[in-house]
């Protein structure tokens, strides 16, 4: 199997399995216990908490774990919807946002919320100053997402964030697609919260993090004791805290390695090569993930494309239902018709993606007859 879906989840490191092992036998003391073990359990999520805060560039108070990205959005959203509702009830997210945003907002929606869903350009991107004439002295908060999981497309969060400051509103991204691929700082990008999604990460799956600039309260999603600072209630799970922990420590090497870039425009340049204009780039040329690559098979379904890939594991830009083809919600947004839609294929190429897998797809997918 060539695995080429990295952006659904990776694999786990084999350094991040082998700092995860101490704590599944020996050290297992709960960190708010006082005794040797619980100190031990302690240090360890605290070192992980400070791996964390250094891809980010920001405090170790600033991070809370938490069990994904999932779980870091709706932190965020319905943190700021709750504690924020004698201000305003007013929110502001894109029209490609993923679930994990959308359907916090919708569920707000129910509770009296309004929301605003903004458009984007060809490329998926979001205008900062379609941001700024959305705002009103009731908005409370804008959640972009610092880069698209189908098209890969880099959001202008410095932009955005600039907006929201002018406008004293709140600003989070979701840069789970993004940790260990782009180098993140969220003092450049200025962001109030930011998401972080572990298994993306070459981390284990049931893992992430959020950080919370220093000095924002905000209602915790999860009550309980007072774990992680009063934010996020919950023994805290050691063994994931470390697996995250080790895993943005090796990410912030692996960033310094442009192998992936020049592995995914090889692939591009080839598929141009072979297909010419039957073949689509969907999202930006250059703003996007050096690892993604969305491109559509014009006038073949991509369901059938990646049927035909046998061995080789990507995703499609639509969903089939019936035997009837809908192009995705990202691409429909984008303005991408449903015959250049219907064939998008997302290849996600990996920290493990060698020239010779890329080489053996390529042949394969020049066995697609037209």
Avoid: W
């Amino acid at each position: 199997m060539i695995y080429l879906d990295y952006n659904a989840t990776t694999p786990i490191d084999k350094e991040v399995a082998d700092a995860m092992i101490p704590y599944l036998y020996g050290n297992y003391g709960n960190p708010s216990s006082t005794h040797e073990l619980g100190v031990t359990a302690k240090g360890a999520v605290e070192n992980a908490r400070r791996q964390v805060a250094t891809i980010l560039n920001c405090s170790p108070e600033e991070i809370i774990f938490t069990s994904g990205g999932s779980e870091s959005n709706n932190t965020v959203i319905k943190g700021v919807a709750f504690t924020y509702k004698n201000k305003g009830s007013h929110i502001i997210t894109s029209q490609v946002e993923h679930p994990a945003i959308i359907n916090p907002c919708k569920y707000l929606e129910k509770l009296g919320y309004e929301v605003s869903y903004l458009p984007v350009d060809e490329y998926g991107i979001v205008n900062p100053s379609d941001v700024e004439k959305l705002i009103t002295d009731k908005t409370i908060l804008v959640t972009i997402m610092h880069s698209n999981n189908e098209t890969g497309t880099l959001q202008p969060i410095e932009e955005i964030s600039k907006v929201c400051k002018k406008h004293n509103v709140l600003f989070h991204t979701d840069a789970s697609q993004s940790i260990g691929k782009v180098p993140i700082d969220v003092k450049s990008l200025g962001v109030d919260f930011l998401t972080v999604a572990g298994h993306k990460l070459y981390a284990p799956k049931g893992i992430g993090a959020l950080y919370i600039r220093d000095g924002i309260h905000i209602e915790p999603l999860i009550h309980g004791a007072g774990h992680e600072g009063g934010k996020r209630a919950g023994t805290e799970n050691i063994i994931l805290d470390v697996a995250l922990g080790k895993a943005c420590e090796l990410a912030v090497d692996a960033l310094k390695d442009n192998k992936t870039k020049q592995l995914t425009d090889y692939f591009y340049s080839k598929l141009k090569e072979n297909f010419g204009d039957k073949i689509h780039l969907n999202g930006h040329p250059e703003k996007r993930l050096p690892n993604t690559l969305n491109v559509s098979f014009i006038g073949r379904n991509g369901h059938e494309v990646l049927n035909s890939l046998h061995e080789i594991a990507a995703s499609t830009g639509s969903a089939c239902h019936s035997g009837m083809t809908t192009i995705s919600p990202v691409l429909r947004a984008m303005g991408v018709s449903d015959e250049i839609g219907r064939g998008a294929v997302r290849f996600s190429l990996g920290r493990y993606t060698t020239k010779e897998e890329i080489d053996v797809v390529i042949e394969k997918i020049n066995n697609i007859k037209y």
